[in-house]
Every structure is written in C-alpha cells, then in structure tokens.
C-alpha cells in the first residue's frame, strides 16, 4: 500500500471553476500535510500546509483535512488558467524511519481551460 | 535570498563516470533531502540527512551515495552512473522533517 495516494487525473475544468484535489494517506498518525504545485520543468512550490483537523483558507486556496479518515483535499476557487499545473500531495510519516520524512502522492495534473 | 542551490543544471555524461551533484541552502535548516523525478513515478525520495552526519536511504538509494560535512551542503554522489539514472533531481531543506521542503531548481542528468 502506497502512503499517499492521489486521483491520478488529469483533472480538467473551466476557467472560474472549482478545482478539488484529493488526497488519502496510510499512517493514521501522520501530524504535517502540504501541497505543492509543481510547473512542467520547474520545481515544486509550497502552496498551503495543515496541521490540524478542519479547512484552512488561504486566498483561493482551501485545504481541508481529516485524520479520522485520512483524508486531504486541495480546493481551488475561481480556477485561473495559470493554476495549470500538477499538484503534489506530501505527508509526513515517523512509521518505520528513525528521522521521519516527507511521502509524495505522483501528483495529479489539473488543466484550466479558458 | 533565502534559497536552495544545485549544481549543475544540466549534465549530460557517459555510463561509469564518477560524478557529483552539488546542494547548498543557506537558511540553517536541519533537514535536507534529495529526490528523483520521473514521468509517471512522480518525487521519489533517494536519501536525506537530519543534520550532520546523520542520514537515511529514502525509496531508491541504490547506485547512490551522500555526505554531510556540513550543515548547509548535502551532495549527492553516482560513483558509477548508469543510464537508468537519467532524471530530474531535487534537493530539499527545511526546519525539520516535519516542516515544509523547499526546493532547488533542478538538475537534468542523463546519462548514455
């Protein structure tokens, strides 16, 4: 069983739309969760990060996260086409590592069309 | 500027040759990591270090080595390379292994 698994996309919407990423997770005691965007060829980006039970709103971004189903998801409102891009899923799990680290989903890519 | 630095960008090098790729950050972060990135595997993580000295394979550390000296740099080293290490690799750092990564730019090896 893969630790973070995302829905594999490609997830296409329109322009002013609601984008929704989702996001599970193995480790029932996993406590830090991100989101990353990554643009084709760059780097990947922080775009929110959450700690605690509930949604957490930045801008157009809103993060929502239940541990008791393992659960996490990315919404993005008023989807601009700029936002295409892939975004990544990170957990951070101390299950069988004595530093911890960091699981990556495979991303799912989101276009938005005008 | 807070930043993470690799080098090189770019390198394009034959089967066996020893090479190394570079990792600097310069905010006092802990934590450093190294990834690769394939089409359709996504960010892998190969090895990462808490702090000096102290490191632990990730997914895929095979064909791979690193060191930590110092607290500010992490290469990563292909005493042998192969073409089945042609990638797009990261380097990361952050506060702790909890705390957002942030990453390098890059580097695109490929490897004939």
């Known amino acids: 069983q893969k630790e973070v698994e995302q829905n594999s996309g490609p997830l296409s919407v329109p322009e002013g739309a609601i984008a929704s990423l989702n996001c599970t997770y193995s480790?029932?005691?996993?406590?830090?969760f991100f989101w990353y965007r990554q643009y084709s060829g760059k780097s990947p980006e922080l775009i929110m990060s959450i700690y605690s039970n509930g949604d957490k709103e930045d801008g157009r971004f809103t993060a929502q996260l239940n541990k008791a189903s393992q659960y996490v998801s990315l919404l993005i409102r008023d989807s601009q086409p700029s936002d295409s891009a892939t975004y990544l899923c990170a957990v951070f799990s101390d299950r069988g590592s004595t530093l911890g680290r960091l699981y990556f989903g495979r991303g799912t890519q989101l276009t938005v069309w005008p | 500027e807070a930043q993470v630095t690799q080098n090189p960008r770019y390198l394009i090098t034959v089967t066996g040759k020893k090479l190394t790729v570079t990792c600097s950050q310069n905010m006092n972060h802990e934590y450093m990591s190294w990834y690769r990135q394939d089409p359709g595997l996504g960010l892998r993580q190969i090895y990462y270090s808490m702090n000096v000295e102290v490191t632990d394979k990730g997914d895929v550390p095979e064909g791979y080595k690193v060191s930590r000296k110092e607290k500010r740099n992490f290469p990563l080293i292909l005493e042998s390379p192969s073409p089945n290490q042609t990638s797009l690799y990261f380097c990361?750092?952050?506060?702790?292994?909890?705390?957002?990564?942030?990453f390098g730019d890059g580097t695109r090896l490929s490897i004939l």
């Open positions: 990361a750092s952050s506060q702790g292994s909890n705390q957002p990564q942030h």
């Open positions: 480790d029932r005691g996993s406590q830090s």
